[in-house]
């Protein structure tokens, strides 16, 4: 992972801007990547970490990814898409948010509008290629670029 994508995943798990992630959360984010030798390889502190922190467990991650930057991406999808189908469906995305954040994290209204963008064909569902523009997307606007 890139340190901007490193501070875009923290952010990702602190909503509240809090500068802490607590451990469930941290550990919800490493069953999301899907890749169970970071899981192996990361002991989950006792305490909640701060960005620097995170930084540096983050950073044992990075030799594994940095030739194709989407692997990370590609992993959280295939932990998403858990029926295996190919595409997640809303409520399969709806769980994941839920399970990652909390359930009251993020409002109904605000899971349905990130479903709604993503699902750029329009069928319940977002493929592989509409999760990585997602992604694309968020990048660019935590790096304060503009994004239509």
Do not use: C, W
């Not at 959360?25 to 620097?52: C, M, W, Y």
């Not at 898409?81 to 954040?101: F, M, T, V």
């Not at 479903?115 to 304060?144: A, C």
């Amino acid at each position: 992972m890139r340190p901007e994508d490193i501070k875009e995943a923290f952010a990702l798990f602190d909503p509240q801007n809090t500068g802490r992630i607590e451990p469930s959360v941290f550990q919800n984010f490493l069953n999301t990547l899907g890749d169970e030798e970071l899981k192996q390889s990361i002991r989950i502190p006792n305490h909640a970490i701060d960005l620097k922190e995170f930084t540096d467990l983050m950073n044992r991650y990075n030799n594994d990814t940095t030739k194709d930057p989407e692997e990370p991406y590609r992993r959280a999808f295939q932990s998403i898409n858990r029926d295996g189908s190919g595409a997640i469906s809303s409520q399969e995305l709806r769980a994941a948010i839920q399970s990652l954040l909390g359930p009251n994290v993020l409002s109904e209204a605000d899971i349905d509008e990130i479903i709604t963008e993503g699902d750029v064909s329009g069928d319940g569902r977002i493929t592989l290629e509409e999760f990585l523009k997602i992604m694309q997307k968020s990048e660019k606007k935590h790096r304060g670029e503009h994004v239509l």
